[in-house]
């Protein structure tokens, strides 16, 4: 009996330890499974870490090939020639924009995102993401795509990532039409264009630099305007309620100066007439016969052209413009120019009352539009571009002195803006400082200024400047006041153009050339003008010597300075040597000047290539008065570029008898080069030398003689100051492929 009990005994104790093993084997299985869990959540982990380092690597890499990309617009010939990493101007590069006739894109021997930007459609973008107007990648463009990933990332872009594809194409339009050329390729026609244009970089990473599978593709695209520089109409400009009020003695040049209210003005002006707020003198008429003089007209009653031929005029550009009823300049002892405007005083070029627009004797007086909001935000998002400068006032210390965004430095204003190695010597730009809270905009909803938010006065004597000082660029100040009372020798001397030559915007006739050398004529037998009202002088390029011709020939004018206003009966010859343009004639008798025209080498039958109506000036050496008439030859020739003035007519290096767009070089002790604007006043103390011009919300007064020479270049759009950037950042965005 014991012995069944001790079996049975046994066989449960077997049972239980058979339990045990298999509890045991369960755990060990489970703590398996979990360890396998956890190595893969591990590799998971890694895996993930791995993928988001490297979309993040492409992301930066995308994201500096776009702004590699933006300093290709900034200056194309140092991507191009210096550092070669954008491609030369070829179609390979290019799509052909076949939608409305535009072709490719930048026209063959010009440098691949090159100012202009417009408005000629040659110069723009239409394309799409997935037709852009420029693709760039290894297949077309391999060496400069390599140039350029070598010079970023280093020689190892294999493993590094790199940046594969760049396109460029329209920016944002609103109101255009997408048109399709026929072949799948879509391109914008009309709409209004927000920016210049479309920077889409695409960056890549593989495996390994072994292996072609695609470990992370990002893509970022970067809209890109133009740096909005406010446009200025002249020298000097106010938006005060208050006007412009010269105490001193006025020394502005070159140029119209606007109020927004009244004028009193010191300066003669000795200057060019105007017909009437919106033209000049009509001088085409005793310039060209194919003008013809209108009996009893206000502007075109008398033979205009001989009144200004053989004079001297002080400053032929300078006027005023009042948008209320006061216009106060000193009156002149006569008026030699009685066939513009009966008047006993000289103010043929000063107009009053200008608050509307009405031709022709109301042209409305217009401040450029400098919103505070807006240049901060530029100041703001494009730090880090190079010439965008924020600054804000130094709240702690509250005694004038600023702080430049990135850095801890307190300095006073006049050392920012210095830039040259007299200061801060940060180079040319748009420079921004801010209000005395850093945030509240001065700018009232009624056109009115918060005085109470701006900065101290910025008072500067010789002591607060550098040696030596320029500001350069366009400078933006939120001051209650700013004036100089001299700069005494820390200006830095600097050659500057004087204003081109006026013309009269009315076209230049066709000709049927190398027909019957005759003019083209339209239906009604009326010429037909090439250019009219398109603002750019126009003369028809007959030889295809990229110049135009002008012949001249000895002139005896007429003239009338008794003050009455008939025909006059006296002839002159104003200087030895005076001479005027022997224009095309509808004769059939003229040729063409060779196309190595020097003024000297023509033919006895040779005539001007038609062109519109200018008026040929003869420009001084040094800061002056210029001399209106043409001269034998190549006339007196001055330097407008810094090479030597040699060449034949209408070299762009000098100035001559043809169309000079631009002045004679003189040199000016200027204090600024480009824009300067104040939120407040102008105190016109001191004689301080500026060359661009001077705006503000605030009143102009004082008792100095500040000397203000207007860049007449500023107006066409070219004349930006040195320094600011030619486009900025409007948005980015990018998106993650893979």
Not at 96 to 115: E, I, P, Q, W
Not at 139 to 161: C, I, Q, R, Y
Not at 635 to 664: F, P, V, W
Request: net charge negative.
């Amino acid at each position: 009996m014991k012995r069944v009990k001790d079996i049975v005994s046994n066989l449960a104790n077997d049972e239980e330890r058979g339990s045990a093993l298999l509890v045991t084997l369960m755990v060990i299985v489970g703590l398996s499974l979990l360890g396998l869990g956890l190595v893969a959540t591990s590799e998971t982990e890694t895996s993930i870490s791995v993928n988001q380092r490297n979309a993040n690597q492409m992301q930066a890499i995308a994201e500096t090939g776009a702004k590699a990309v933006i300093e290709w617009f900034q200056d194309p010939n140092w991507a191009r020639n210096t550092v070669a990493i954008m491609p030369a101007n070829t179609n390979a590069v290019k799509t052909n924009r076949t939608v409305g006739g535009v072709g490719y894109y930048k026209s063959a021997g010009g440098l691949l995102f090159d100012l202009p930007y417009r408005p000629a459609p040659v110069d723009r973008f239409f394309g799409t993401q997935d037709t852009p107007d420029v693709f760039i990648n290894y297949t077309n463009a391999a060496t400069e795509m390599g140039n350029l990933n070598t010079k970023l990332f280093g020689s190892d872009v294999a493993s590094n990532g790199h940046i594969t594809e760049i396109k460029v194409y329209a920016p944002p339009i609103v109101g255009g039409t997408l048109t399709d050329d026929g072949t799948g390729k879509k391109f914008w026609v009309g709409g209004s264009r927000y920016g210049v244009a479309t920077i889409m970089v695409t960056a890549q990473k593989t495996e390994n630099k072994n292996s072609s599978n695609l470990a992370s593709s990002r893509t970022v695209r970067v809209i890109v305007g133009e740096f909005p520089l406010p446009v200025p109409a002249g020298p000097l400009q106010t938006a005060s309620s208050s006007g412009i009020t010269f105490g001193g003695s006025s020394d502005v040049h070159w140029g119209l100066e606007f109020s927004a209210e009244d004028i009193t003005d010191t300066k003669n002006p000795e200057t060019f007439p105007w017909a009437n707020a919106y033209e000049l003198a009509h001088f085409e008429h005793g310039y060209d016969a194919n003008f013809p003089v209108i009996a009893g007209s206000a502007f075109d009653d008398q033979n205009y052209l001989n009144e200004l031929v053989g004079r001297a005029f002080a400053d032929p550009w300078f006027g005023t413009r009042a948008t209320v009823a006061n216009n106060t300049v000193p009156a002149g002892t006569s008026n030699n120019y009685q066939y513009y405007k009966n008047e006993s005083s000289r103010l043929y070029s000063a107009f009053a009352q200008q608050s509307i627009n009405n031709y022709p004797n109301k042209k409305k007086v217009i401040f450029p539009s400098i919103r505070y909001e807006f240049y901060k935000k530029i100041a703001l998002q494009a730090r880090g571009t190079k010439g965008v400068f924020y600054f804000k006032y130094d709240t702690a210390l509250n005694n004038g002195n600023f702080i430049k965004s990135g850095t801890a430095i307190s300095q006073p204003v006049a050392y920012w803006v210095n830039a040259t190695s007299g200061g801060a010597n940060l180079g040319g730009g748009f420079y921004f400082f801010d209000t005395n809270d850093n945030s509240t905009n001065p700018q009232n909803a009624n056109g009115t200024t918060n005085t109470a938010v701006l900065t101290p006065t910025l008072a500067w004597n010789s002591s607060d400047f550098g040696n030596p000082f320029k500001m350069s660029g366009f400078v933006y100040f939120n001051a209650r006041s700013f004036e100089t009372t001299g700069a005494g020798s820390s200006a830095v001397t600097t050659a500057y153009n004087m204003p081109g030559e006026p013309f009269r915007d009315l076209g230049a006739p066709e000709v049927n050339y190398p027909g019957d050398m005759k003019f083209k004529r339209d239906g009604l037998g009326g010429l037909i003008p090439d250019g009219a009202g398109d603002a750019v002088f126009t003369c028809l390029d007959l030889n295809l010597n990229k110049r135009c011709d002008v012949v001249t020939i000895p002139a005896v004018v007429l003239y009338n300075d008794t003050g009455v206003a008939v025909p006059p009966a006296t002839t002159r010859t104003p200087n030895p040597g005076q001479f005027l343009v022997k224009v095309w004639n509808d004769t059939g008798n003229c040729t063409v000047p060779p196309a190595n025209y020097n003024g000297t080498n023509g033919g006895l039958n040779d005539c001007s290539e038609p062109h519109e109506p200018f008026l040929n000036l003869q420009y001084p050496t040094v800061v002056g008065g210029v001399t209106a008439g043409w001269q034998t030859g190549l006339g007196t020739q001055r330097s407008k570029t810094a090479s030597a003035c040699t060449g034949l007519m209408g070299d762009l290096q000098c100035t001559t008898n043809s169309y000079d767009i631009d002045g004679a070089l003189v040199n000016l002790d200027a204090i600024l080069d480009g824009i300067l604007f104040n939120e407040g006043n102008y105190s016109t103390q001191g004689n301080a030398v500026y060359y661009g011009a001077l705006l503000y919300h605030g009143v102009v007064s004082g008792t100095g003689n500040p000397a203000i020479y207007f860049n007449e270049r500023l107006l066409r759009g070219e004349g930006k100051p040195k320094g600011l950037p030619r486009v900025v950042i409007y948005s980015e965005e990018s998106d993650e492929n893979q």
